[in-house]
């Protein structure tokens, strides 16, 4: 009987973020899960690591699940909760298995390593030379040469929002079982440019990337190769690997590893060729304020979104800036939802986050107003992104200020899915504004229900303006910061 490791660590690791990453903020913010219990929380889910264990299952191999951890995007992890996650990974691929399946970011950084996935797999492959691994990474990535040359197949996905990760993981587990059996031989290219993509940028409708995304699928569907993978970056982590990749895993059996070079080359030659695409530029904050205002006063289907994107907690932000809320309450807008305000402790509301790493310090905001609910922040996502996962924004209060409902949370949380509105009692449908501290992942929940979109540019450590970095790890030169 085959005897599979599937198991999940992920982080995506915002090296400016002012939020710290315990362990306790794995598991979606209740802890990680180990053994037993992380198969249980992962079976039937829209993730990679669902599809592993569906596909295990299938297979008839027996499935060892030594861990399954993610935490919501914050700063660096230290080396004795990394070490917490890996050594049971370590553990069961000791005690002997015929593949590692692992559902990993490939973003996240640790106190003393910049490239924690690359350290995994690498751990992995000294105890186990021969071990076929099987890596999915999400778009997010900042790619690093050791991690490829540890892995035998690596795939990632190809949506913003992240809503084909189960598709991913079965891509991956797919053409891994297949070598088993000796039906391909998986041979892997891949590259590196010297761009910082802009997140606003990401998503397949907004630039390059949905181009070149059309490609990988065309060279896929063709046969071409076994897997093309575009990785856009995460612009937030300041390290050496930082910067748009591609990796393609092409088959020995046919076309090789040319092949995989010609699709990776001619992906990154895209992205490279347009990367002025890549670059966002905002509109002042009182301008698309008062441009939502007037769209408001005609009537209008579903709400009008106002996209805080600048403190966005699905990149680390500090979700407590109140910068754009404040200009939302200055302006006078009516019927508003405001979805979440990261507050453990709320007298004046949010800003009690300082922002060292661009300068700036945390300004609370006063607001009147009546607590219309509390709820222990406990729902299950329903929407299509993360479908089926429990999520935990800890202790959340609805306070209603005659014209705003804001929902404060006790802890970080991207708003994906309605269900951080509905799950307190609030009908997102039915106001006329929604604002949410979010940049593309909210398109997944909240896209299908608005009228209109509006980007308002606040400040926060996930400001699409990269030049407010103090980058220091970065390889120079790069673009756009360095002319090239
Ligand atoms: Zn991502």
Same mark, same amino acid.
């Given at each position: 009987m085959l005897r599979f490791v599937i198991a999940l660590i992920k982080h995506e690791t915002n090296?400016?973020?002012?939020l710290s990453t315990p362990l306790s903020a794995f598991g979606h913010g209740n802890g990680p899960s180990f053994g037993d219990a992380a198969r249980a929380r992962f079976? *039937?889910?829209?993730?990679p690591m669902g599809a592993y264990l569906d596909i295990a299952e299938r297979a008839g191999a027996r499935i060892v699940t030594p861990v399954a951890a993610e935490a919501w995007p914050s700063n660096k992890t230290s080396r004795e909760t990394f070490e917490r996650l890996v050594r049971p990974l370590e553990d069961a691929v000791r005690a002997g298995c015929d593949a590692a399946l692992l559902d990993l970011h490939g973003a996240m950084v640790i106190e003393d390593c910049d490239d924690a996935e690359g350290e995994i797999v690498s751990r992995l492959r000294r105890i186990a030379p021969g071990l076929p691994i099987a890596v999915t990474l999400d778009y997010h990535t900042n790619l690093s040469s050791e991690l490829v040359e540890n892995a035998t197949v690596i795939t990632g996905y190809k949506t913003y929002p992240h809503i084909d990760m189960y598709d991913v993981g079965k891509l991956s587990a797919d053409i891994l079982l297949k070598s088993l059996t000796g039906e391909v031989e998986p041979v892997m290219a891949w590259g590196w440019k010297p761009l910082l993509a802009s997140v606003m940028r990401h998503a397949p409708e907004d630039g390059p990337s949905g181009d070149i995304l059309r490609y990988a699928r065309d060279m896929e569907a063709s046969g071409k190769v076994l897997a093309a993978t575009l990785l856009p970056s995460f612009p937030h982590a300041d390290t050496p690997f930082t910067g748009v990749s591609a990796i393609v895993v092409g088959d020995r059996k046919r076309g090789g590893y040319a092949a995989a070079r010609e699709v990776c080359g001619r992906m990154l030659d895209i992205a490279w060729e347009r990367r002025a695409e890549y670059r966002f530029t905002a509109q002042p904050l009182s301008e698309s304020i008062a441009h939502a205002k007037r769209l408001g006063e005609t009537a209008c289907e579903g709400p009008i979104l106002l996209i805080d994107?600048?403190?966005?907690c699905g990149s680390? *932000?500090?979700?407590?800036?109140?910068v754009v809320v404040a200009e939302i309450i200055r302006q006078e807008l009516e019927d508003v939802a405001i979805a979440p305000?990261?507050?453990?402790?709320?007298?004046?509301? *949010?800003?009690?986050?300082?922002?060292p790493s661009i300068g700036l310090s945390g300004e609370p905001l006063e607001v009147e107003g009546l607590v219309r609910a509390i709820t222990d922040g406990e729902f299950t996502i329903t929407g299509?992104?993360?479908?089926g996962i429990r999520t935990f924004l800890g202790r959340t209060a609805v306070l209603d200020t005659g014209r705003a409902q804001i929902v404060v949370t006790e802890r970080a949380h991207e708003p994906m899915d309605l269900g951080v509105f509905t799950h307190c *009692?609030?009908?997102?449908?039915?106001?006329?504004f929604v604002m949410l501290k979010?940049?593309?992942?909210?398109r997944a929940g909240f896209r299908p229900i608005a009228s209109h979109i509006i980007e308002c540019a606040g400040v926060g450590?996930?400001?699409?303006?990269?030049?407010v970095y103090r980058y220091q790890?970065?390889?120079?030169?790069?673009?756009p910061l360095d002319p090239l």
């Open positions: 090296t400016f973020s002012p079976a *039937g889910t829209n993730t994107h600048c403190d966005n680390g *932000g500090a979700q407590d800036v109140m305000i990261r507050d453990a402790a709320s007298v004046a509301l *949010g800003g009690k986050t300082d922002m299509p992104m993360y479908t *009692g609030i009908d997102p449908r039915r106001k006329c979010s940049r593309i992942h909210y450590v996930t400001n699409a303006d990269l030049s790890k970065l390889t120079r030169p790069i673009y």
